[in-house]
């Protein structure tokens, strides 16, 4: 059974940092994209940040490009998103996803994932 555990959501004043996990499970995460979402209420689900897990290439949204970085750790198998730099606008549920294949450059689009967590709460305040 393949799972995707989120953890290390917070909250933090503007300015701060925090660094987000995904530890996957049942599934290897070689040969695959990995991609952090976030979605506020109401809202459309945002694709943030992605990395093809065998070449290190990362591909990032322009609202948080700069300030977030994506890695992956094959040998633990986990995902993370380090956020620098919080902003308010910051504030969402964060998803990570995943899904198997060749890929040039990672999507940021949602339909593209298979496998997704069940999200960690970020909050920043002013």
């Known amino acids: 059974q393949v799972q995707l555990v989120e953890s290390g959501g917070d909250s933090v004043q503007t300015g701060g940092s925090l660094t987000l996990s995904c530890a996957v499970s049942?599934?290897?995460?070689?040969?695959?994209?990995m991609a952090w979402f976030r979605q506020g209420s109401g809202e459309a689900r945002e694709g943030i940040a992605s990395?093809?897990?065998?070449?290190?290439?990362?591909y990032y949204a322009a609202s948080v490009e700069g300030r977030f970085t994506i890695s992956h750790d094959l040998h633990k198998n986990t995902a993370y998103l380090q956020m620098d730099n919080l902003k308010p606008e910051d504030t969402d549920i964060y998803y990570c996803?995943?899904?198997?294949?060749?890929?040039?450059?990672?999507?940021?689009?949602?339909?593209?994932?298979?496998?997704w967590g069940q999200g960690t709460q970020v909050t920043v305040s002013s």
């Open positions: 049942g599934y290897t995460t070689s040969g695959n994209c």
């Open positions: 990395i093809y897990t065998d070449s290190s290439v990362t």
């Open positions: 996803a995943a899904i198997k294949g060749f890929w040039r450059r990672c999507p940021l689009g949602p339909l593209s994932y298979l496998h």
